[in-house]
């Protein structure tokens, strides 16, 4: 049963424009929560991470948001640029998972066209 | 810097032989991890380490033992490799306690097994 889930296995998006990833998880011990990138033939880097006592968390182009309420989060890209075309893992960490441990979601496809 | 370093980035093996993919980390993290990634099914947890000599089952163990011997190397071995181990393999390491959320990937080794 997945307690991370990114619903949308892709996205496409023009060139300047904002991509908004998504990502639910059902588990509400979870207490931090990261995105990965991943470019193909290559091991995901970390992105931008937030905690749960957030609600938003910026760095540069790139935001999260949080809403626990609802059991959602979401990574904001602003503007896009084609360089950011790649694979986004959402994951989790908290309480609820053995300690260092990482939930991932399966990932979201993100196409910038120019 | 962290650095991650996988033993091969491209693997060719027959069914039924033993496997040794190794892992090394630079930065004197405790926690080593293992994962394989397919498509569309994301990040599936192998096994993980807590500490030298510790090894912890993750989400898909069958087929897979692991050895972690010295603190900066943790090795996957595939006792007797099947087709459907092919696959893109992932090494991780974090730190402990609180700041070990975090995980710093390796570049992967893309594993065919005929």
């Known amino acids: 049963d997945q307690q991370v889930k990114q619903n949308s296995p892709s996205l496409s998006v023009q060139e300047g424009r904002i991509s908004i990833l998504n990502c639910d998880y059902t588990n509400s011990m979870f207490d931090y929560f990261l995105w990965y990138k991943k470019y193909p033939a290559e091991g995901p880097t970390f992105l931008i991470s937030?905690?749960?006592?957030?609600d938003k968390n910026e760095d540069g182009r790139f935001t999260v948001f949080l809403n626990k309420s609802a059991k959602h989060l979401s990574l904001h890209i602003v503007p896009s640029q084609p360089g950011d075309s790649a694979v986004y893992f959402c994951a989790a960490s908290g309480k609820g998972g053995s300690q260092g441990n990482l939930i991932f979601g399966k990932g979201t496809k993100l196409s910038v066209k120019p | 810097d962290v650095k991650v370093t996988q033993s091969s980035r491209y693997l060719v093996k027959r069914t039924g032989e033993k496997v040794f993919l190794e892992c090394v980390q630079d930065?004197?993290?405790?926690?080593m991890f293992w994962y394989r990634q397919d498509p569309g099914l994301g990040l599936r947890l192998i096994y993980f380490?807590?500490?030298?000599?510790?090894?912890e089952k993750g989400d898909i163990p069958e087929g897979y033992s692991v050895s972690r011997e010295k603190k900066e190397r943790f090795s996957l071995i595939l006792e007797s490799a099947s087709t459907n181990q092919t696959s893109m393999y992932l090494c991780?390491?974090?730190?402990?306690?609180?700041?070990?959320?975090?995980?710093?990937f390796g570049p992967g080794t893309r594993l065919t097994v005929t």
């Open positions: 937030i905690s749960s006592i957030k």
């Open positions: 930065m004197d993290h405790e926690n």
């Open positions: 380490s807590y500490d030298v000599k510790m090894k």
């Open positions: 991780a390491s974090s730190l402990s306690g609180s700041g070990g959320l975090e995980q710093y």
